[in-house]
């Protein structure tokens, strides 16, 4: 059965409900030779007569109240269909993959991840959520080779065929642990070339950024995560950028303390990245769009 057919039945079942051509003229917007035409199409169709009309009043016959009747499972029928192609179509259920880069977790500004995570949760309930954690080099190849769906983190550079959206930033300043010479020295007696003197930690994600300031070709020691950062730092034998929320801690503890704070300070921006040569899962566009609403970011 087409599409002519169901209209052609919708139109006769309409008619009948309304006890006639002319009462059914207003529900359908249609003129009475109009209606006519139709069912005579209809009729010729079927092979048969559905009902009898003109000055003797409208009547179905045999034929035509069993076409009327049939018609109203077939429109149950295709009204249950439907809904449930409508309700596979929507259905968000799957594997979302998210990938957040590491030592996030005490940034106040990253904390909107997890409302975004808990908005995500409540109204696709039927999701498995897989979080992962990678260094920002390895969180990129991911996204791009398509690991994970969306990536968030501040990216070592662009990718193209990503697409990138700025949440929020943060700050690193430039630290020194306890058992350093450095530790106890006043930041008015430090300068570049003093600081130049000890071994200097480098980020492999920041592509030397870093060092800059310090005019050195190499660093001391290399990470790709904070936490062995950290840990170099407080050994005592090395200096390094930390994020000022994740090194907080070890400050509080008077393990660590920043060197010439307002000198030495650097901004990284987190952005949520994405494959922009595709159409976007239902499931990951959801996650997207909260994500966006929760930091106040630019929608796209």
Request: glycine fraction near 6%; charge should be negative.
């Amino acid at each position: 059965m087409d599409q002519t057919d169901l209209k052609l039945l919708r139109i006769f079942a309409t008619i009948v409900e309304a006890g006639g051509f002319a009462a059914a003229q207003s529900d359908l917007n249609l003129s009475l030779s109009t209606i006519s035409s139709y069912i005579t199409n209809l009729e010729a169709r079927l092979g048969f007569t559905l009902c009898k009309r003109g000055r003797g009043g409208f009547a179905l016959t045999r034929e035509g109240q069993v076409v009327f009747e049939e018609a109203h499972r077939l429109f149950k029928s295709v009204h249950q269909y439907e809904t449930k192609m409508r309700s596979l179509r929507n259905k968000l259920d799957g594997t979302l993959t998210i990938g957040l880069t590491d030592n996030t977790i005490t940034d106040p500004e990253a904390r909107k991840i997890e409302k975004t995570i808990a908005r995500f949760v409540e109204q696709a309930p039927d999701v498995t959520l897989n979080i992962v954690t990678h260094p920002p080099n390895d969180l990129l190849r991911e996204v791009v080779t398509g690991g994970i769906q969306i990536g968030i983190c501040s990216f070592p550079k662009t990718v193209l065929g990503l697409r990138y959206v700025s949440l929020y930033s943060e700050i690193h300043r430039f630290y020194c642990g306890a058992d350093h010479p450095l530790f106890d020295q006043p930041d008015d007696k430090i300068d570049i070339d003093e600081i130049r003197r000890y071994r200097i930690v480098g980020r492999k994600s920041w592509l030397g950024r870093d060092l800059k300031d310090f005019a050195i070709a190499h660093p001391h020691a290399v990470v790709s995560d904070m936490e062995a950062e950290a840990r170099l730092i407080l050994s005592g034998a090395f200096l390094g950028y930390l994020p000022q929320h994740y090194a907080q801690q070890f400050v509080d503890a008077g393990r660590m303390h920043a060197i010439r704070p307002e000198q030495f300070c650097t901004t990284s921006m987190f952005q949520a990245s994405f494959d922009d040569n595709q159409q976007l899962e239902p499931i990951t566009k959801l996650f997207l769009d909260m994500l966006i609403e929760d930091f106040g970011a630019e929608r796209i």
